[in-house]
């Protein structure tokens, strides 16, 4: 039985039930854990958690668990941290007792870690997306076959993890094939256990355990391979795993915040191997996906109030790039119009809710100013001038250079980027992004110059 799946269908149900924000506060971050012996485990956020959900909702989640499973399960909750001290106690227990496999028996259904909430159903596709989303779909339909390994790459907060687990969801759901997602950092704990000597000075539970979850795998999902930077024995055994998984045509996808390039602190070798099949960048999504995206997730959120078209549109400049920050925007949003007694969701109203969240945000405006400070010191002008409507060519280049770089890099508009560049009209700047864009395919040096600058402009 896969515990998520059911999970989610109990949490589906419950959301009908109640007012969004008391889902959102009291079910959102939790997860079932395991059933046995007839008891729930269900991991929940916080210990106010255990108390509030027993007192006034422990009989809508066991009849909505016997609904799904026909069983009538006792309730344990239980904090993440308890879990872990409870897995701790039981791998001990394992240890000493026989010689068997921990946690790894034959025929014996691999824990896929994959979150079934994360699907290409509910993955918005916008232009700076595109491209990473029909690469995905694509592997999910054809695992092992056209694309190995997928290497995603993007900052943090474009929908990565999202992406992936929605190609192991595919997966799963369409073919038999055994599939595993882990994060880098999941990979050299694992490892790190495999290698730690028992008291007869090998750890042959662990060792077999290790390669019997990584090898004997269809599709392995990879997230966060920055995080193996560093970590030299561990980058060894990822490079063994990937040849056999790779050698026997299994799919690879990888995801990391940077390009293999510049994952320098990865290995030659791993970063050439990474560069075999298909690397696709992931963008900051674009305005008009940022308005899709709150749009949906409002719907998705079953939210009973509307939230009027001048807000959306407030949030989508104000915040962003990361989705995360934009999500999180809608749930404090709702939540202070909760707490002011359900007040109407106005756009002055999300002004105050959010003006925290949004002097705290990545402010896009700090991006224009960043890739023009880093532009004019290439070219050696002042930050003046390349905010300036000064139409002398060596300044004038410069600022076609920076406005392209805004509106490459960052989800801003033409209208805001020609506020920033001396209240220049949006066809200027259009036309400017556009001569730039065309100069660059014929144009080895500028090329080369906007790449550079690329670089040194880094994470926006
Ligand atoms: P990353 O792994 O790149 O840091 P995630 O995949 O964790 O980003 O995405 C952060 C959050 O934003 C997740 O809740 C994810 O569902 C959501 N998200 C990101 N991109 C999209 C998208 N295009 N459509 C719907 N949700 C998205
Ligand atoms: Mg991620």
């Known amino acids: 039985m896969n515990y998520d799946i059911v999970w989610s269908k109990v949490l589906e149900q419950i959301k009908n039930d109640l007012s969004s924000i008391s889902y959102i506060t009291w079910f959102q971050d939790t997860k079932l854990y395991k059933f046995e012996n007839e008891k729930a485990y269900i991991i929940v956020p916080m210990q106010i958690h255990k108390k509030h959900l027993i007192d006034n909702y422990s009989e809508l989640i066991i009849s909505k668990l016997q609904e799904i499973t026909n069983t009538s399960y006792e309730l344990i909750l239980l904090l993440n941290e308890e879990i872990v001290e409870e897995e701790e106690k039981k791998k001990q227990e394992v240890k000493t007792s026989t010689n068997e496999n921990i946690g790894f028996k034959e025929n014996e259904n691999v824990n896929?870690?994959?979150?079934?909430?994360?699907?290409?159903?509910?993955?918005?596709?916008?232009?700076?997306?595109?491209?990473?989303?029909?690469?995905a779909l694509s592997v999910a339909e054809n695992p092992g076959h056209m694309y190995n390994p997928l290497f995603l790459y993007g900052n943090s907060g474009l929908g990565k993890t999202h992406l992936m687990h929605a190609i192991g969801n595919y997966i799963v759901e369409n073919t038999n094939k055994r599939v595993l997602y882990v994060t880098s950092e999941q990979f050299r704990q694992d490892f790190v256990k495999?290698?730690?000597?028992?008291?007869?000075?090998?750890n042959f539970n662990y060792i077999d355990f290790f390669k019997n979850k990584y090898r004997n795998i269809d599709v392995l999902l990879i997230d966060d391979i920055q995080f193996l930077g560093g970590a030299g024995k561990?980058?060894?055994?990822?490079?063994h795993t990937?040849?056999?998984l790779y050698n026997d045509s299994k799919q690879i996808i990888i995801s990391s915040d940077r390009s293999p390039t510049d994952l320098k602190l990865l290995e030659d070798r791993l970063r050439t191997?990474?560069?075999?099949?298909?690397?696709?960048?992931i963008y900051p999504p674009e305005y008009a996906l940022k308005t899709e995206i709150l749009k949906k997730k409002i719907i998705a959120g079953n939210f009973e109030q509307d939230i009027p078209d001048d807000v959306i549109e407030?949030?989508?400049?104000?915040?962003?790039?990361?989705?995360?920050?934009?999500?999180g925007s809608v749930t404090r949003l709702l939540a202070y119009s909760a707490i002011m007694g359900g007040e109407?969701?106005?756009?002055?109203?999300?002004?105050?809710?959010?003006?925290?969240f949004i002097s705290k945000g990545i402010g896009e405006k700090n991006d224009i100013q960043r890739i023009q400070k880093i532009v004019s010191e290439y070219f050696q002008i002042s930050m003046e001038d390349i905010r300036s409507k000064k139409r002398s060519s060596n300044i004038s280049f410069p600022r076609q250079i920076a406005m392209y770089l805004c509106r490459a890099m960052t989800s801003e508009s033409f209208p805001?980027?020609?506020t920033e560049f001396g209240g220049k009209d949006h066809s200027t700047v259009m036309h400017s992004v556009e001569k730039i864009e065309n100069e660059i395919k014929t144009n080895k040096d500028l090329a080369n110059i906007v790449e550079k600058l690329k670089k040194d402009i880094g994470v926006v």
């Open 112 to 135: 896929n870690n994959l979150n079934p909430k994360y699907l290409f159903d509910n993955f918005i596709v916008g232009n700076s997306n595109k491209f990473a989303h029909a690469a």
């Open 194 to 202: 495999a290698n730690r000597k028992d008291d007869s000075g090998t």
């Open 234 to 239: 561990s980058q060894e055994e990822f490079f």
């Open 242 to 244: 990937f040849n056999n």
């Open 273 to 281: 191997r990474f560069t075999w099949g298909l690397t696709v960048n």
């Open 314 to 327: 407030y949030i989508a400049s104000n915040i962003g790039p990361d989705v995360r920050q934009l999500e």
């Open 344 to 356: 109407a969701i106005t756009l002055d109203l999300a002004i105050e809710a959010l003006k925290d």
């Open 416 to 418: 805001k980027i020609g």
